[in-house]
Structures are given as structure tokens and as C-alpha cells.
Nanobody
Framework: QVQLVESGGDSVRSGGSLRLSCTASGEASGSTRMGWFRRAPGKEREGVACIYRLGGSTVYGDSAKGRFTISQDRAKNTLYLQMNALKPEDTAIYYC??????????????????WGQGTQVTVSS
């Protein structure tokens, strides 16, 4: 079983930056994909970015392209999300997730079987 703990959420002004971290423990080595998802008030969960752990290839949701960067430190079992040029519409709870291999894109939330508790990101104008 994988345990995930996110950190780094904060309140920032529009245009600011934040870096989220997600530390995995337990059976983290069995996870072949990790991702960041978010849920804004009144909206459905959205895939932000994800990474295939072995090769390091990444996939970004439309809202993240050009502004966010997902990365990993496999030695530390830690996943990062660097968020730049933040906008008020980025306000949400951000969740880290870990999952095993699947035939569909790693942006599909239903391919993950471990989730963190979430970290709040608030962007003010």
C-alpha cells in the first residue's frame, strides 16, 4: 500500500509561483505512474500533470501546459509540481496520486489507486 503526503500549498497573488511536493512511502516502488490532480469548488476533478516513473515522460492537461512542470526524484520517492504564472482559476485543492500500469493516459484519474489528502492552493487577483 502506498501512502502519499502533499505539501507546498499556499495563498499567492496572481502571477506568482508555487512548488508542490508529494512524498511517497510504503509500496511506492510498485507505482509506475504518478500524477497531480485538482478539484476547484463546484467543479469536477481535473488532471493537471502526470509522469511515467520509469522513463520520466510527462503529460500535461491543457490548463497546465506552458506554466506547470511535473518532475520526480526517484531516490527520494518525491513528486513535484512547479507552478508558475498562477491565475485565480488555478485555485483548488491539489492531490497527488500513484498508480500502476494502464493502457490509457496517465491523466485518467481512475488509473490511480493511491491518493494523498490534498493541499490547498489559493490564487488571488
Amino acid at each position: 500500500q502506498v501512502q502519499l503526503v502533499e505539501s507546498g500549498g499556499d495563498s499567492v497573488r496572481s502571477g506568482g509561483s508555487l512548488r508542490l511536493s508529494c512524498t511517497a512511502s510504503g509500496e511506492a516502488s510498485g507505482s509506475t505512474r504518478m500524477g497531480w490532480f485538482r478539484r476547484a469548488p463546484g467543479k469536477e476533478r481535473e488532471g493537471v500533470a502526470c509522469i511515467y516513473r520509469l522513463g520520466g515522460s510527462t503529460v500535461y492537461g491543457d490548463s497546465a501546459k506552458g506554466r506547470f512542470t511535473i518532475s520526480q526524484d526517484r531516490a527520494k520517492n518525491t513528486l513535484y509540481l512547479q507552478m508558475n504564472a498562477l491565475k485565480p482559476e488555478d485555485t483548488a485543492i491539489y492531490y497527488c496520486a500513484a498508480g500502476r500500469a494502464a493502457v490509457v493516459s496517465c491523466l485518467f484519474a481512475n488509473t490511480y489507486n493511491a491518493w494523498g489528502q490534498g493541499t490547498q492552493v489559493t490564487v488571488s487577483s
